[in-house]
T-cell receptor, first 111, second 115 residues
């Protein structure tokens, strides 16, 4: 059975304190791994897609990496506006075009 | 370019009432999805569609029906609402990817309360 697990559930950082969020997956054939940001009361907003182990994507203070078992979302020198819930999702050979989501990491950046 | 638009944004229903949630996308996407989001459960797929006139069940389809009569619209129906269907509902759409999947774009959500 395909599984997606995110850790930690919640993370509090001081402004400027870099850290990483984890998304581990156990799937039968990964087609794509997706990172989203979700602000309270809003829909998820797309950040990155990763397809192959070793792939990396960057956007401002965020960098996503992918291995054969997990993905990391690295946040460098975060600012309060980076506070949000970060979700990862997978598409697999079993699920085809469906996206299956982890439960997310709630990030709070304290000024 | 509005992206994915959901109506209504908020709704309160009494147990046993019916309603339809409307999702419209203007990006000419083939795939459309309905998710529900509950605290601690994450986003769970209810139903999805891979093209006009097609629908399929996701993880939690019981108590819901869907229709996709036009490519740009995907409707989610609750025939007899139950308190367990209190949730935030999200619609999403995506293109058919060549290499692998392509990202999904989400609407702003519908907050439904069943009393």
């Amino acid at each position: 059975e395909d599984q997606v697990t995110q850790s930690p559930e919640a993370l509090r950082l001081q402004e400027g304190e870099s850290s990483s969020l984890n998304c581990s997956y156990t799937v039968s054939g990964l087609r794509g791994l997706f990172w989203y940001r979700q602000d309270p009361g809003k829909g998820p907003e797309f950040l990155f897609t990763l397809y192959s182990a070793g792939e990396e994507k960057e956007k401002e203070r965020l960098k996503a990496t992918l291995t054969k078992k997990e993905s990391f979302l690295h946040i460098t020198a975060p600012k309060p506006e980076d506070s949000a819930t970060y979700l990862c999702a997978v598409q697999t050979l079993n699920t085809g075009n469906q996206f299956y989501f982890g439960t997310g990491t709630s990030l709070t950046v304290i000024p | 370019n509005a992206g994915v638009t959901q109506t209504p944004k908020f709704r309160v229903l009494k147990t046993g009432q019916s309603m339809t949630l409307l999702c419209a996308q203007d990006m000419n996407h083939e795939y459309m999805y309905w998710y529900r989001q509950d605290p601690g459960m994450g986003l769970r797929l209810i139903h999805y569609s891979v093209g006009e006139g097609t629908t399929a069940k996701g993880e939690v389809p019981d108590g819901y029906n869907v229709s996709r009569l036009k490519k740009q619209n995907f409707l989610l129906g609750l025939e007899s609402a139950a308190p367990s269907q209190t949730s935030v509902y999200f619609c999403a759409s995506s293109l058919r990817g060549v290499r692998g999947g392509t990202e999904a774009f989400f609407g702003q959500g519908t907050r439904l309360t069943v009393v």
